[in-house]
T-cell receptor
Framework: KNQVEQSPQSLIILEGKNCTLQ??????????LRWYKQDTGRGPVSLTI?????NTKSNGRYTATLDADTKQSSLHITASQLSDSASYIC???????????FGAGTRLAVHP | EAGVAQSPRYKIIEKRQSVAFWCNPI?????LYWYQQILGQGPKLLIQ????????DSQLPKDRFSAERLKGVDSTLKIQPAKLEDSAVYLC??????????????FGPGTRLTVL
């Protein structure tokens, strides 16, 4: 069964600190992996997209890594800000038809 | 560029009532998606349209849910009759095309449905 699992479920960090969110998947065939940020009460917004051949991609203070052999990805947030408080959702695209399998998300709270 | 628009933003109904949600995708986007997001979970695809044709509706509870995309632009999602377990946020998303491996989906703000 195609699944995407994320950890931790929730995380609290202090402003200015770094953190890393994890994503494991069993989706096959694999097309690409995306990280989305979802603010409370809003729709998800794409942060990064990585295909099979890419193992790292950055978007500002967000850096995503992908290990297609172990089927793991991580999202590293550097120098966190209060505005980083949100849910971060790992999404894996199945096959070539852009069918997305969503993880349950990691809820991040950044405290001053 | 205007984003994906959805209305209403919030809806409260009693079980067995009917409800409809509306979505206006980004102009020029051929593909439109409806997702259901239950609290604490990731979104689940209900139906995917390319232009006005259905690409995937395998997870749509067809006994009570229906969706249409007339003229390949706006779309409506209807629930009739609603059940308690339908309480969720209904997200609409659009993308430029289907089949593109890295085609980005742009999401609307969602409609939060509460069924009492």
């Amino acid at each position: 069964k195609n699944q995407v699992e994320q950890s931790p479920q929730s995380l609290i960090i202090l402003e200015g600190k770094n953190c890393t969110l994890q994503c494991n998947y069993t989706v096959s065939p694999f097309s690409n992996l995306r990280w989305y940020k979802q603010d409370t009460g809003r729709g998800p917004v794409s942060l990064t997209i990585m295909t099979f051949s890419e193992n790292t991609k950055s978007n500002g203070r967000y850096t995503a890594t992908l290990d297609a052999d172990t089927k793991q990805s991580s999202l590293h947030i550097t120098a966190s800000q209060l505005s980083d408080s949100a849910s971060y959702i790992c999404v894996v695209s199945e096959g070539g038809y852009n069918k997305l399998i969503f993880g349950a998300g990691t809820r991040l709270a950044v405290h001053p | 560029e205007a984003g994906v628009a959805q209305s209403p933003r919030y809806k409260i109904i009693e079980k067995r009532q009917s409800v409809a949600f509306w979505c206006n995708p980004i102009s020029g986007h051929a593909t439109l998606y409806w997702y259901q997001q239950i609290l604490g979970q990731g979104p689940k695809l209900l139906i995917q349209f390319q232009n006005n044709g259905v690409v995937d509706d395998s997870q749509l509870p067809k006994d009570r849910f229906s969706a249409e995309r007339l003229k390949g632009v706006d779309s409506t999602l209807k629930i009739q009759p609603a059940k308690l377990e339908d309480s969720a946020v209904y997200l609409c998303a659009s993308s430029l095309s289907v089949g593109g491996r890295t085609d980005t989906q742009y999401f609307g703000p969602g409609t939060r449905l509460t069924v009492l």
